[in-house]
């Protein structure tokens, strides 16, 4: 999850009026932008690796609730298939009925669990509200006190071309939360259809090469949904 999902927007923009009266023009002016990978930062948090591998858990097993029912219903169409030539008109019709509540009942759960306001996205904004405010907090705190008056975020899903590293503030961020850059926690992750990559929690041992960590934090955005409930 990126930092512009917390926020539901794609550009995360702190206004402050600068503050360094005595500063020249040109650093004034150098001082104005800053941009975060707010994925990488996010991969440092024991608290967001917490609660992913808290939204999988729920995610999974309700994945597997649902796929029982249909295949529930699978094995009465089966059974239905097999003996339909010796029912009478109204019992074929109270079978199919039945076949067609059984598929009603899953494909009604997927909603409530992972529809648009279900409850894997309340539970979601239950468990990452707190990181959101912790993470908001803190650049807030290193915008004032350097004069930034946009601080951008560079995630995999932002629209940010080209970024010179200079102006990255990713690491100053992880430390001012209390963490040490590099230093990545590895967090179980699940495809769209229930399926759970690493099998552990633990750090990736510290090192700095962005490229290898990046793209971890996201990856539960898309944790809910069976490809069979059409």
Do not use: C
């Not at 503050?19 to 002016?29: H, M, P, W």
């Not at 858990?57 to 097999?82: G, P």
């Not at 008109?89 to 009942?105: F, G, L, S, V, Y």
């Amino acid at each position: 999850m990126s930092m512009r999902d917390f926020l539901n927007n794609k550009t995360l923009i702190l206004s402050f009026a600068l503050i360094f009266l005595g500063a020249s023009a040109n650093d004034t002016l150098a001082q104005k932008f800053a941009y975060i990978d707010s994925d990488y930062v996010l991969l440092h948090m024991p608290d967001f690796a917490a609660a992913q591998q808290e939204l999988n858990t729920f995610a999974i097993e309700w994945q597997a609730e649902i796929e029982s029912k249909l295949e529930a219903a699978d094995r009465l169409e089966v059974a239905y298939r097999a003996e339909r030539v010796l029912l009478t008109k109204e019992m074929r019709q109270k079978r199919e009925q039945e076949i067609t509540a059984k598929r009603a009942q899953a494909k009604e759960m997927q909603k409530q669990k992972f529809g648009v306001e279900g409850e894997l996205f309340q539970k979601r904004q239950e468990l990452i509200e707190p990181i959101q405010q912790q993470i908001f907090e803190e650049l807030k705190s290193i915008a004032s006190s350097s004069g930034y008056m946009v601080i951008f975020d560079k995630s995999n899903q932002s629209n940010m071309l080209y970024t010179n590293p200079k102006y990255d503030i990713s690491d100053r961020l992880i430390k001012k939360l209390g963490y040490v850059p590099g230093e990545t926690i590895e967090v179980e992750k699940r495809d769209d259809t229930g399926n759970v990559g690493s099998g552990k929690v633990g750090r990736s041992g510290g090192s700095n090469d962005r490229s290898n960590n990046r793209g971890g934090a996201s990856g539960f955005q898309k944790a809910g949904g069976s490809g069979r409930v059409k």
